[in-house]
């Protein structure tokens, strides 16, 4: 070929390579750039003087030195004519990171006698970082998919699950060959195999209730930053965040159920004692009843008869701890009365001495005069056994601990300063220790429900909910001060009333009622056999006509057989067959006049609606005290012996 159409040859060969919109390259058979186009200048950002005449490896300050482009060049392109697709994956100085996809072929010149490489260049860097980036969130929600499940797992333990989260971290990294992770959470450590903290560490904490109690971390035991990434591992701190998040929501969760569990296991425990509590009254009525009977057999100075003093005292104090029973079961009814507060913490220090620890210093000062409150001894007793508890938990390695009473009042400064109260003289009980105190942030939550500042599965959260419910059910209201070390004080507010008022104890004159001089019928309706025996023998003792039906049902066959000759029903509320309620409608259709007393062992608050029972009745709490029996039926029967 003559030296013109060599040079025509090649001028439209490079107007060929000019009209290609990819970069592309003509390289000698010594790897020296011949021709570029404009696409490759402008896209690797070079000018035609760094290029042509180049060794393509040491083109842009050697950044085309590039390991996968010798191999093909070297290695592969020499064995093949024509070689496609080959991909090569490269982090430049100047313009970042390039993915190209290159296109390779290898022509023979025979005006030259010597090959020359075509070598075609496609920039799919953004199609592929798009790829790869949905490869990486595939396995990411690969990844918390599989946590989900594991978190919805039917009774997973959670040393099992947290296992199982740990090992799910490194796959889901963008580089799982040297990722590792771990969760450390309530003190105790799951980790991968090869753990350890790195520069290239990240952590996550995971909050319960806006608590931190734990962490996920994972890290790279090699650096893997690259230039143009940005925020370093930013897609990885994404994932842990969630995967941090998912467990929190599980513990949460988990924490709730718990929880309802324990809420049900106390229910339960409730239910048990409501009805231990209801045999125990029957039981006491037994004890009250035949104590009585021994005491009207013998003179008021035989011995035997202080020894049923002491019988009769010590079922009284059985009685209030049935109460208790009850009161825990939720089956007791508020039952206000008068108090001398000071009487009242004086009763139930005996009680606080025996929970608090040696360690533990408890003292009591009581104001110099009575201070009256209208109030639920059992339910106050209750607050400050928990606030006792609460105190002695603080204080592991011992301390102060110690309940005054004072009375005050609240004006409007003490509402405009506090936010709340209601303007009024008080009886105030202040509760003191000497314990961790709490922050401005506890403080603020400790009284919501299942709050607790106590280590895990040691507290429900539920005591001082129950008692801020308590003080407000009084009518007061709940001052606290603490601060971080230096201990907590507890004020409760109670209303005062006239010391006047407070009620006082006096021993009932038995002798002063009448014994044997009634006249009368009474139908005594119950269905425990040792308790209906009892009150039949007092009621005869006293002199009244007694007949006995054995539950609702006996009682309406024996007063339909009587009509005209029963005076007065005595009637257990809670009886098979037949209720006490749907007993006396019966009873009452056969006489408007008879008169009811009924008694209950429950004492749930629906017993105590009057309307349920109509005109004429009484309504007496197990245990039943003889004497009082006696004058409720003496005062409902007036004038005595006049049969309906």
């Known amino acids: ?27 000698d058979s010594n790897l020296h750039i011949i021709s570029a186009n404009a696409a490759f200048y402008s896209t690797f950002k070079v000018t035609p003087a760094e290029t042509i005449g180049n060794f393509i490896y040491e083109l842009g300050n050697r950044q085309w030195n590039i390991p996968a482009l010798r191999v093909l060049l070297e ?58 980036a949905l490869s990486e969130r595939l396995k990411e929600l690969t990844c918390l998919y599989s946590i989900i499940d594991l978190c919805s797992e039917a009774g997973i333990s959670r040393d099992k699950l947290f296992t199982e989260v740990v090992m799910l971290i490194p796959p889901a990294w963008q580089f799982p060959e040297v990722t590792e992770a771990s969760i450390e ?63 929190g929501r599980y513990i949460e ?21 409501g009805g231990l509590a209801h045999d125990l009254n029957n039981i006491l009525s037994v ?43 939720r089956k007791q009814e508020m039952n206000q009365e008068n108090q001398d507060l000071n009487h009242l913490v004086e009763t139930v220090g005996s009680f606080i001495k025996r929970i608090i620890r040696d360690n533990i210093t408890f003292t009591t000062m009581l104001h110099a005069d009575p201070l009256g409150v209208f109030v639920d001894t059992v339910q106050i007793e209750q607050v400050l056994l928990n606030l006792s508890t609460n105190a002695r938990d603080a204080m592991p390695d011992g301390g102060s601990f110690s309940i005054a009473t004072t009375a005050g009042s609240v004006n409007e400064r003490f509402i405009a300063d506090h936010g709340y109260g209601s303007v009024g003289s008080y009886a105030i009980i202040t509760v003191t220790d000497s314990g961790c105190g709490m922050d401005e942030q506890t403080k603020r939550k400790v009284f919501d429900p299942f709050f607790t500042t106590k280590e895990r599965n040691k507290g429900t959260g539920l005591g001082l909910s129950m008692v801020q419910g308590i003080i407000r059910q009084h ?34 004159e038995q002798q002063s009622i009448k014994i044997g001089k009634n006249f009368g019928t009474i139908l005594v309706a119950e269905d425990d056999a040792d308790t209906r025996d009892a009150m039949a023998a007092f009621l005869t003792r006293a002199g009244y006509t007694v007949i006995t039906a054995i539950d609702g049902q006996d009682a309406v066959v024996k007063f339909a057989a009587r009509t005209g000759k029963i005076d007065l029903v005595v009637s257990d509320v809670c009886m098979p067959r037949k209720s006490g309620k749907v007993a006396s409608e019966e009873i009452r259709k056969m006489s408007r006049s008879v008169k009811f007393i009924f008694v209950s062992g429950h004492a749930d608050e629906v017993i105590w609606r009057g309307e349920w029972f109509g005109p004429d009745f009484e309504i007496m709490a197990k245990p039943i005290l003889p004497f009082e029996l006696l004058q409720k039926i003496m005062d409902l029967l007036t004038p005595v012996g006049s049969a309906s």
């Not at 070929?1 to 970069?23: C, G, L, Q």
């Not at 592969?76 to 430049?92: A, G, K, M, R, S």
Request: hydrophobic share 40%; glycine share 6%.
């Open 253 to 273: 969760r988990n924490d709730l159920m718990e929880q309802l569990i324990h809420s049900q296991k106390i229910e339960s425990i409730g239910e048990l004692a």
């Open 75 to 132: 290695n592969i392109l020499p064995q093949n004519t024509v070689f496609n697709d080959y991909e090569v994956d490269h982090l430049f100085q100047n313009i970042g990171r390039k993915i190209i996809m290159l296109n390779a072929r290898q022509i023979f010149r025979k005006d030259v006698g010597s090959h020359i490489i075509l070598l075609a260049m496609e920039d799919i860097t953004e199609r592929r970082l798009k790829t790869i």
């Open 1 to 27: 070929m003559t030296t013109t159409a060599s040079k025509f040859s090649m001028e439209y060969a490079e107007n060929i390579v000019e009209t290609v919109r990819e970069p592309l390259l003509v390289l």
């Open 287 to 329: 004890i009250n009843g035949y104590a009585t009977l021994a005491q009207l057999a013998m003179d008021k100075e035989h011995i035997g008869f202080r020894y049923l003093d002491e019988v009769n005292r010590a079922s009284s104090r059985a009685a209030t701890l049935t109460r208790s029973l009850l009161a825990y079961s």
């Open 185 to 247: 959470i309530d003190g105790r450590l799951f980790q991968t195999a090869h753990f350890r903290e790195t520069p290239w560490m990240l952590v996550s904490a995971i909050t319960v209730h806006d608590k931190v109690i734990g962490e996920v971390r994972a890290c790279y035991l090699q650096n893997r930053q690259t230039k143009d990434e940005g925020a370093f591992f930013k897609e990885e701190q994404i994932l842990l965040n969630a995967i941090a998040g998912r467990l």
């Open 475 to 508: 009518g007061g209201f709940i001052d606290l001060q603490s601060e971080p070390g230096r201990g907590s004080v507890f004020q409760l507010y109670l209303p005062m009333v006239d010391t006047k008022e407070i009620a006082v104890e006096e021993p009932e």
